[in-house]
């Protein structure tokens, strides 16, 4: 399968890898001889690309990355390896001579008073990209409709972050942009046999969050059940990408994305095909995995790649430490929030295959959503502690870390109706927070952990809770992380990718970049709960003056007057 408008032949892969010297896998040459897959910048770049990440020429390494050769990678490289010893060679010229850098998107600045809910109208179109063809030798891959991405330094689509993302849109009647947003996602996976984590040639060899079979269900739930029919195909082949290599597993083993409990259930965890440092953190990584020398480095680079595939990069969730980032250990853990998507896509699938008339599909795979539910009740449900969590594959046992990922059973309906309610009663005493939903229970400075509160995970537990009917808690999660919204959008004029849920109207912090303003996933969850929120009183463009709720300990109604903040100079986007 080839990718239009960016040819890469055969030989020239062959020559790039020579000129590096080195020889390209064994079965990435095999697989060459079937599809042309673009290489990565680090790849096509070899010593150069090491040399202007080690030499931090960009304080966020992801520009080089994003950066596109004016010519031939392997005479760029040729170049280099000539000047690179001449006296008064200058990296910074070479590479401004030979590379065009990524720009900063179009500035957006909202007019004075501008309502949350206009202001997310007007960046829809603000954050809308169409590279139906890319530059030859650029990362970016193209799609064939035009999407919208999250913003600041994310240049590219997204894949889980684009479900939530396209709530927003569905909220603001966007539904060609959901047709186009679902329509690229099924080319990706006829051109590469899954979604990449993004549309990048450094993405492809890892996915996210598998929320595909949840964006054919919102676009059937507006367009009918012919979408079933239409994406079946692509629907299926995601399934064959996260279950390969399963049927060949033996009890206690894994292999890629699966893995194969003791008792013979069939689970999956995140992992990428890839152990080198990931080209858009490349210094990063290479620090963290000297940072543990008792490790090998492919098996932290490996880790650190697969919980860029989990979306939550990086968490205590995956450490052994949950002070020492190089203690990570991704592949060794199965993910409850994974598993349950997993169950989802099953539950789509045989829904699919039923609006296509395979009753015989849909049966074996409503077979599959069973034993896989079955799985998620006896590995990943901690009865100590009373929440579901990832099981330990180095300590054959579930963990005792509380993360907002215990909601995702509840999200999909797989959750036993007692464990539910315990987990809705964790949920209450120990992530709720002023500002919303806290994402674990430890502060480590790493930004999938407390304080922040991410919006997905905010409406993850919205749903899920509404689905075990506890309404009033999940007006409590929406009315608490709104807030946060409302308040910093009025200090600020911005939305932003993560939020402090230790108070209201601050941003998030830690991470390996700065704080991103935008923000596809905030904006789509933030339209989501102001109509949650104002159902009675449509149109609500801004969080409600005041709210009543029920406390779930049965006491009166409490009304809570919001505050008003002092407003501050707008930022641009």
């Not at 020429?57 to 994003?66: I, R, S």
């Not at 932290?300 to 919980?307: E, F, K, S, T």
């Not at 896989?372 to 300590?395: F, M, P, T, V």
């Not at 952990?449 to 905010?458: E, S, V």
Request: charged residues 20%; aromatic residues 10%; proline residues 7%.
């Amino acid at each position: 399968m080839t990718i239009p408008s960016v040819p890469r032949s055969r030989p020239l892969l062959l020559a790039v890898a020579l000129a590096l010297g080195a020889a390209l896998p064994h079965s990435a040459l095999a697989d060459d001889a079937q599809k042309t897959w673009p290489q990565p910048p680090d790849a096509l770049l070899g010593p150069l690309f090491t040399a202007v990440q080690e030499a931090k020429l960009f304080e966020d390494q992801k520009t080089f990355a994003d950066a596109v050769p004016k010519g031939d990678p392997l005479m760029i490289l040729a170049d280099y390896r000539m000047q690179q010893h001449q006296s008064g060679f200058d990296l910074r010229h070479f590479v401004n001579v030979n590379f065009t850098l990524p720009k900063e998107g179009e500035k957006y600045v909202p007019p004075a008073g501008q309502t949350l809910r206009a202001h997310i109208d007007d960046l829809w179109p603000v954050l809308t990209r169409s590279t139906g063809e890319t530059a030859k030798w650029d990362s970016l891959l193209p799609l064939p409709k035009p999407y919208v991405v999250p913003g600041g330094r994310f240049r590219e689509v997204y894949y889980w972050d684009s479900y939530f993302t396209m709530l927003g849109l569905a909220e603001s009647e966007h539904w060609d942009k959901v047709q186009d947003m679902v329509a690229n996602f099924a080319s990706e996976i006829d051109d590469w046999g899954h979604i990449p984590n993004g549309n990048r040639s450094y993405y492809l060899s890892r996915s996210q969050p598998p929320f595909f079979a949840l964006m054919v269900e919102l676009l059937a739930s507006h367009d009918g059940d012919e979408v079933y029919k239409q994406y079946l195909p692509q629907l299926t082949k995601e399934y064959q990408y996260w279950m390969n290599g399963a049927d060949a597993l033996k009890a206690g083993d894994s292999a890629g994305r699966v893995v194969k409990m003791k008792d013979g259930e069939i689970l999956n965890r995140y992992w990428d095909d890839k152990d080198t440092p990931r080209p858009e953190s490349w210094l990063d990584d290479i620090t963290t995995a000297k940072n543990n020398p008792n490790r090998p480095a492919t098996d932290i680079y490996r880790d650190l790649r697969a919980a860029a595939a989990s979306g939550w990069d990086f968490s205590s969730r995956w450490m052994d430490n949950p002070q020492q980032l190089s203690s990570i250990r991704t592949t060794s853990f199965v993910p409850v929030d994974l598993n349950a998507l997993m169950y989802q896509m099953e539950k789509t699938l045989s829904a699919a295959s039923k609006a296509a008339g395979d009753s015989d599909a849909a049966s074996r795979y409503d077979q599959l959503a069973q034993a896989r539910q079955h799985a998620i009740e006896r590995y990943l449900w901690n009865d100590k502690s009373g929440w579901y969590a990832d099981y330990d594959l180095k300590r054959h046992a579930v963990s005792d870390r509380l993360t907002a990922a215990a909601l995702f059973p509840l999200y999909v309906n797989a959750a036993a109706r007692d464990r539910a309610d315990k987990v809705a009663a964790a949920t209450r005493k120990q992530l709720l927070k002023p500002g919303g939903l806290a994402t674990t229970t430890v502060k480590t400075g790493q930004q999938w952990d407390a304080p922040n509160g991410w919006a997905p995970l905010q409406w993850v537990a919205v749903v899920g809770l509404e689905n075990y009917h506890h309404q009033t808690l999940a007006r409590e999660v929406s009315w608490r992380f709104l807030t946060n919204v409302q308040h910093t959008y009025d200090r600020q004029q911005k939305l932003v990718e993560k939020y402090d849920v230790s108070t209201t109207g601050t941003g998030g912090g830690g991470g390996e970049y700065p704080l991103q303003d935008g923000f596809g996933w905030t904006n789509g969850v933030t339209l989501k709960m102001l109509d949650l929120l104002c159902e009675r009183q449509k149109p609500c463009d801004n969080l409600p003056a005041q709210k009543t709720v029920t406390e779930a300990t049965g006491n009166a109604p409490t009304t809570t007057q919001q505050p008003q903040p002092q407003p501050q100079p707008a930022q641009s986007l």
